[in-house]
Structure formats: structure tokens, C-alpha cells
T-cell receptor
Framework: GIQVEQSPPDLILQEGANSTLRCNFS?????LQWFHQNPWGQLINLFY???GTKQNGRLSATTVATERYSLLYISSSQTTDSGVYFC????????????FGQGTTLQVKP | DTGVSQDPRHKITKRGQNVTFRCDPI?????LYWYRQTLGQGPEFLTY????????KSRLLSDRFSAERPKGSFSTLEIQRTEQGDSAMYLC?????????FGPGTRLTVT
């Protein structure tokens, strides 16, 4: 089956720093989403980005579908950015089920 | 738009008992998904409904698990004869197309 790999697995930043999280996938996909899971377990939608670039405030994401990767940029990080970031993909011709990576755990220190 | 809701938020049960969880999707969302997440892992797909039809089930969904979505609105996930390995966060998501939106989850602990 498809492999979804996220890197790095863990990341520690000082408040105000920038970071880039990467998601590689091994097959063609119809859809890619980025989520932030808060300490209470809630998955919060960040981006729906099967291709191209999107920005939302301090966050932006780029997906290069032909090269099978996506990047999530966090600028001027804040302590509230801490948590686990997941990318998830939907295979072409699928029912829409999401296949998640293992996540990147981000800790932002004040 | 009130978001996806799940009930209960937490459930502690003894091994061998049956449990049932409920998910209320965003209204007008015809697609509903159940996922399971264990500690340190990403969520894993369990089953998918389009309206009231259950169209896909993961092999993770053993015969002790059953899911329904009567009338294509809310959904229930039942686990019979719970085992300690069933301890996990059970997540529900809904969509109409494109993005899936997740509920807060039900955390199950089997003692």
C-alpha cells in the first residue's frame, strides 16, 4: 500500500523561529490535507492542498504532486503551535479515506 | 455549522463489555468516516458511509465491530466483547467533497 512519511518526527523550536515540515508519499494522490492535533486530541484542518501553494496567516503549504511531496511552513512560531502535525492523503480512485503519516511532534518553547 | 460532534468524549469499560459511540456529522455532509488512533500513531481508517450505505470497511474492523448510519444522518459504532487492545481514540469525520472535518473523538479505555 501507499507509504506516507513525515519528517522530522520531532522538532523543538524557540518562540519566533520558522520551521518546515515535510510529507513524502509513494503513490499518486487525489487529495492531501494537513492537520494540527491539539493536546486534547482534536484534529484541526490546516490545509486541503492536493497541489499548488496556499497560505493562511503564519502558515503556508506547498504540494508538488508530480514529485510526491508536500511541505508545511510555520513562520514566527508561537507556543500555541505546539502539538502534532499530520499529513494525510487520499489515493486516486478511492472512497476518500485518508491515509495518515506518523506525524511530526512540535514543541515551541517560550 | 456546529461541526462534527461525538458522544461520549471518554469511556472507561471493563473487558468483555459492549460499548457504543455516536457521531453527528456536519449537516448536509453525505460522507462519514470512522478512524481509530492509538498512542503515538496517526489515525487509521475503519469504515466509510455515503448517506446510509456502508461502502468500505477496513480489515481492522473485526466482527466484534459494527457501524450503522440509519437515514444517512448520525452514525453509531459498537464494539462487542471489548478487549484491552481496543483502547484507543475513536474519531469520526464528515465531508461533502474535498476536506474531511473531524470531531473531538471518543477516548476508550478498556480495563
Amino acid at each position: 500500500g501507499i507509504q506516507v512519511e513525515q519528517s522530522p518526527p520531532d522538532l523543538i523550536l524557540q518562540e519566533g523561529a520558522n520551521s518546515t515540515l515535510r510529507c513524502n508519499f509513494s503513490d499518486s494522490v487525489n487529495n492531501l490535507q494537513w492537520f494540527h492535533q491539539n493536546p486534547w486530541g482534536q484534529l484541526i484542518n490546516l490545509f486541503y492542498i492536493p497541489s499548488g501553494t496556499k497560505q493562511n496567516g503564519r502558515l503556508s503549504a506547498t504540494t508538488v504532486a508530480t514529485e510526491r511531496y508536500s511541505l508545511l511552513y510555520i513562520s514566527s512560531s508561537q507556543t500555541t503551535d505546539s502539538g502534532v502535525y499530520f499529513c494525510a492523503v487520499v489515493l486516486s480512485g478511492n472512497t476518500g479515506k485518508l491515509i495518515f503519516g506518523q506525524g511530526t511532534t512540535l514543541q515551541v518553547k517560550p | 455549522d456546529t461541526g462534527v460532534s461525538q458522544d461520549p468524549r471518554h469511556k472507561i469499560t471493563k473487558r468483555g463489555q459492549n460499548v457504543t459511540f455516536r457521531c453527528d456529522p456536519i449537516s448536509e455532509h453525505n460522507r462519514l468516516y470512522w478512524y481509530r488512533q492509538t498512542l503515538g500513531q496517526g489515525p487509521e481508517f475503519l469504515t466509510y458511509f455515503q448517506n446510509e450505505a456502508q461502502l468500505e470497511k477496513s480489515r481492522l474492523l473485526s466482527d466484534r465491530f459494527s457501524a450503522e448510519r440509519p437515514k444517512g444522518s448520525f452514525s453509531t459504532l459498537e464494539i462487542q466483547r471489548t478487549e484491552q487492545g481496543d483502547s484507543a481514540m475513536y474519531l469520526c469525520a464528515s465531508s461533502i467533497s474535498g476536506s474531511q472535518y473531524f470531531g473531538p473523538g471518543t477516548r476508550l479505555t478498556v480495563t
